[in-house]
């Protein structure tokens, strides 16, 4: 079975009631990662929502998430034909973690005008992409490939912007789909490694994923840039596109940067 | 008194529970502007989460809202040192048209390493910025000077990219704050009419505005652009500047595109 879809599996267990289980093998050091808790809030919801896909979801990560048992109480906010809206509080020992909104529609019904300033970035060379080490769980979930002229900070030259360009997918060849899409808007390392050095510690305060288009399978490629870090206060903006050229999701998160801690 | 802080005066009438006036003097035709309701609930947020800065503030809007009175009913989702989060429900005749979430925390304290990739847009001529006929209630509250070159949907030329570059200020001379920022936000017309021609309905599923900094006095500077219209669904990205040449706020909303109905 895979991986994703066995550790973002939910059981409903009272009205507006689920309980999920937050697995260690998507984690960062000690923390799970926040888009995988998105990935199980978006899961949820798509349940309590009866429409398959989240069209726009935003995270507040209110407290450290823990690895083991989560409640996910549901609000109901408005049914529609349409589109449909709600809340998921994201609840571990009685202490909310995370609260989740979200508008979920159906996008094989949306219609309507389709005009896109920018296509796909085209690759000139995907085969150097680099590898990283692997040292945390969540790489063993995930390869990530970097566009090498963007990741000059991993041979310890700072001269480039704060952006990724990354090849990504599951390792054990689970395929994306919509619901993958808020693990792999929040997977790839903080944007500012690439201009002060991959140290410090980037906590995400909060998290909006848009999904456009249902991936084809094969790999992602994801384009993560920040261009305005003031005060320790960060924005990063991210692009999504699958194997077939489809835009797929636009992400944002509000992040904090803090310099002086460790990564770990 | 300032026409905004007179229609977004709200008094606390209960546990939880403030109530407002929805004016019509911010309305887009018969249609509360989105971005000042969701004013009303930031300042709302700022008083219940007692931070006075919305750092990230996202709105769901689920249904069409109407002028006259509004229940504001807050949620505490944590309560911290130097950030909170919370929600409100926006309820107008028993029914919720609005849900606003936010982490609200004081710019003042704020701190750590800055860095931006873009200073604010040089305008080479602003005195040539072109003034658009006054025919919405929105238009005698607040006035819009557009870059003529981004601009010539004015003129009935879509030769243009879906963007805005707008100066523009309160007519009353009211200055602005972080609590107006939601309303710049979103009183500007939607991008695609410089694609399409000024015609449709563009309804805000989403927005979500990240407050980086206090805005100096006079006025504002906001560029819009919207890179992905896919099936009638779109983003709408905008950055705020102030006087002083400060990134004040970015946003992005997510919105309908219906071309066949009329913009009012």
């Known amino acids: 079975m895979s991986e994703f879809w066995q550790d973002t599996s939910i059981e409903k267990i009272g009205d507006n009631l689920w309980r999920g289980q937050v697995s260690e093998r998507w984690n960062v050091g000690t923390v799970p990662n926040g888009g995988y808790l998105m990935a199980i809030a978006a899961r949820t919801l798509r349940e ?35 589109v449909s809206t709600g809340a998921l509080r994201f609840v571990q020992d009685g202490v909310e973690r995370a609260r989740f909104t979200a508008t979920f529609g ?24 680099l590898k990283t080490p692997r040292f945390l769980a969540i790489h063993d979930r995930v390869e990530m ?6 990741a000059r900070w991993m041979k310890a030259d700072l001269s480039g912007k704060p ?56 790999e992602l490629l994801g384009r993560f840039l920040t261009r305005y870090l003031i005060n320790g206060l960060m924005e990063e903006d991210g692009e999504i596109w699958d194997s077939e050229g489809k835009l797929v999701a636009i992400c944002r998160q509000l992040a904090r940067y803090r310099a002086s801690t460790s990564f770990l």
């Not at 896909?53 to 109901?76: C, K, M, S, Y």
């Not at 994306?176 to 808007?185: E, M």
Request: hydrophobic fraction near 40%; charge should be negative; charged fraction near 25%.
């Open 48 to 82: 309590a929502l009866h429409h398959d896909d989240p069209l726009t979801i935003t995270g507040h990560f209110v407290d450290r998430a823990l690895n083991g048992p989560v409640d996910l109480q549901f609000e109901q906010i408005r049914l529609g034909k349409s």
């Open 145 to 150: 490939l970097f566009d090498p002229d963007k």
């Open 106 to 129: 159906d996008l094989d019904k949306t219609e309507g005008e389709s005009w896109m300033l920018e296509p796909k970035p085209v690759l000139e060379n995907p085969q150097a992409f």
């Open 163 to 218: 952006e990724h360009l990354i090849r990504y997918r599951f390792r054990d060849g689970t395929e994306p789909d919509v619901l993958s899409l808020p693990f792999f808007a929040d997977c790839v390392p903080p944007t500012v490694f690439a201009k002060f050095g991959p140290m410090g510690w980037v906590p995400t305060l909060e998290l909006t994923l848009h999904v456009r288009a249902k991936p084809a399978p094969g």
